[in-house]
């Protein structure tokens, strides 16, 4: 299995910012309301993300690192009709397959925590430890039995802007969520939990820079069984941003074509011809009439009824855009 970890690790784990994002996207499934991120040198030497979630408890700490085993997955109708943000149950067997891995945990209904290591593959014994209920991952020396991947790691300053871009595409999603990050014992972010939409904003603003809210429209639109929310900037002279694109399905960011094409129409027809949209829009729909599972890395969907998607994206962007024209 360990050889097939490593494999299965080649398409989830490409460099520190997937370990990041498959740590934190657990930290959210396990509910967490508070996420500390350290990373050391890039990520190259330590990632560890604690969190307050549920934890877990003693006997499942094994079967958490094991390959192809989730919590959250009992059949196959669920998967056709995925909430959280996992569900292939192979981080953890990938990431800790290919690092000096620990898990110390403490599950909500239980008054002590335990602690398993894993290094390289090796699975050692549980052992008590000291933990409040919540769960703490550390990863240390990424890849260094895989001198391949290794070799590939870029500069520090360029893996850590990898893992805070990733986490700000989180955060902008999970706007009641406290999120910390450092990188080499020095805080780079706290973005406070926002309570109400407000809030969101201002977190939007942290997030992304305080000129996007001032010249931006609230969107929030229903129809045939979709939900539009979020902010869509209008662009001014002075903007350059072409990178402030966040698209999220069902909460989780994806990069889509049908969604791509729709935005920029809207966009273009409108009045932002050449410009770079600027947007953070949050899609809801029903679970089954989207499939997550086309990717190992699960950045991508794909939709059942894609026209259906496409037209309303248009239309409620184009709408909203018409109107700012007035
Ligand atoms: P998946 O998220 O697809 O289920 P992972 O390999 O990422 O698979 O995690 C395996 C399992 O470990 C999860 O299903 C969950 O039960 C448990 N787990 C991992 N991280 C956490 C966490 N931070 N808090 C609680 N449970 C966790
Ligand atoms: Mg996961």
């Known amino acids: 299995p360990e050889l097939i970890n490593q494999i299965a690790a080649g398409e989830v784990i490409e460099r520190p910012a997937s370990v990041v994002k498959e740590l934190v996207e657990n930290s959210i499934d396990a509910g967490a309301r508070r996420i500390e991120v350290d990373i050391e040198q890039g990520g190259s030497r330590l990632?560890?993300?604690?969190?307050?979630?549920?934890?877990?408890?003693?006997?499942?700490?094994v079967l958490a690192v094991a390959s192809h085993a989730t919590s959250k997955i009992g059949s196959?109708?669920?998967?056709?009709?995925?909430?959280?943000?996992?569900?292939?149950g192979e981080a953890l067997a990938s990431v800790s397959s290919v690092a000096r891995f620990s898990?110390?945990?403490?599950?909500?209904?239980?008054?002590?925590?335990?602690?398993?290591?894993?290094?390289?593959?090796?699975?050692?014994?549980?052992?008590?430890a000291q933990h409040?209920?919540?769960?703490?991952?550390?990863?240390?020396?990424?890849?260094?039995?895989?001198p391949a991947r290794r070799k590939f790691l870029r500069a520090e300053?360029?893996?850590?802007?990898?893992i805070?871009?990733?986490?700000?595409?989180?955060?902008?999603?999970?706007?009641?969520?406290?999120?910390?990050l450092s990188h080499n014992g020095r805080p780079?972010?706290?973005?406070?939990?926002?309570r109400d939409e407000e809030a969101a904003l201002g977190r939007v603003a942290e997030v992304l820079g305080p000129d996007f809210p001032a010249q931006s429209l609230r969107i929030d639109h229903s129809a045939a069984g979709l939900r539009l929310s979020g902010w869509v900037g209008l662009p001014t002279a002075s903007r350059s941003q072409a990178d402030q694109q966040y698209f999220y399905v069902n909460g989780r960011m994806v990069?889509?074509?049908?969604?791509?094409?729709?935005?920029?129409?809207?966009?273009?027809?409108?009045?932002?011809?050449?410009?770079?949209?600027?947007?953070v829009l949050f899609l809801e729909l029903d679970p089954t009439g989207v499939d997550v599972n086309v990717h190992p890395a699960k950045n991508e969907v794909r939709f059942r009824e894609q026209r259906l998607v496409h037209d309303f994206l248009f239309r409620t962007l184009h709408e909203a855009l018409a109107q700012t024209r007035a």
């Open 132 to 146: 409040p209920p919540g769960t703490t991952i550390e990863v240390r020396d990424l890849f260094y039995n895989v």
């Open 76 to 88: 196959f109708d669920d998967l056709e009709r995925v909430a959280s943000m996992g569900f292939r």
């Open 188 to 194: 780079v972010r706290l973005l406070k939990p926002a």
């Open 47 to 61: 990632i560890r993300v604690r969190d307050d979630g549920c934890g877990i408890a003693r006997d499942e700490l």
């Open 157 to 162: 300053r360029t893996e850590f802007a990898h």
């Open 164 to 180: 805070d871009d990733l986490l700000k595409s989180l955060a902008l999603a999970r706007a009641g969520v406290d999120i910390r």
């Open 103 to 128: 898990l110390t945990s403490r599950h909500e209904g239980q008054d002590a925590a335990f602690r398993i290591e894993v290094d390289g593959g090796k699975l050692q014994e549980a052992r008590p």
């Open 255 to 279: 990069r889509d074509r049908v969604v791509a094409h729709a935005v920029r129409q809207a966009y273009a027809d409108v009045l932002f011809h050449g410009r770079h949209p600027v947007f």
